[in-house]
């Protein structure tokens, strides 16, 4: 079992760049929620089949940034900026459907969506703690 330094442990050397990775994963995350936005957007007048085709590439591109991730960090988000893009699309004639009967209904969701990333990308940055053990739990990998 390897042994992992906590927060507080680390130096302040360690702790800027345990920031920094962070800001740098939140801003991946809020490029690709904003991929995922403009998808729906464009995509609101596809039909389901397409959003389907749309939803298994999606897929594809999760599994070539398993391959991709070690190999080329700008292909890595590259496809990950597709895998938002396209998930949009996937998405956009169900986000159009329930457009046309409750609009009300998307920005809530919209907004409670925005809210929770930022209030939990808030958290984890200003925490102290070591947050592995959580991400483990998360992750289904509690065993290891």
Do not use: N
Not at 99 to 118: C, N, R, V
């Amino acid at each position: 079992m390897s042994h992992t330094l906590t927060y507080q442990q680390m130096g302040a050397t360690a702790r800027g760049q345990a920031h920094v990775l962070f800001a740098q994963t939140m801003g991946y995350v809020a490029a690709t929620a904003a991929l995922f936005a403009l998808g729906a957007w464009a995509g609101h007048d596809l039909t389901g089949g397409v959003g389907i085709v749309a939803f298994i590439a999606a897929f594809a591109c999760l599994i070539g940034m398993q391959f991709a991730v070690r190999r080329s960090v700008p292909l890595t988000v590259g496809l990950l900026g597709a895998f938002g893009l396209l998930t949009g699309l996937a998405v956009a004639p169900t986000v159009a459907y329930y457009g046309s009967m409750d609009p009300q209904a998307l920005w809530q969701a919209g907004g409670a969506t925005a809210l929770f990333i930022a209030g939990f990308g808030a958290a984890g940055y200003a925490t102290r703690r070591d947050l592995a053990p959580v991400a483990r739990a998360a992750s289904g990998r509690w065993w290891r």
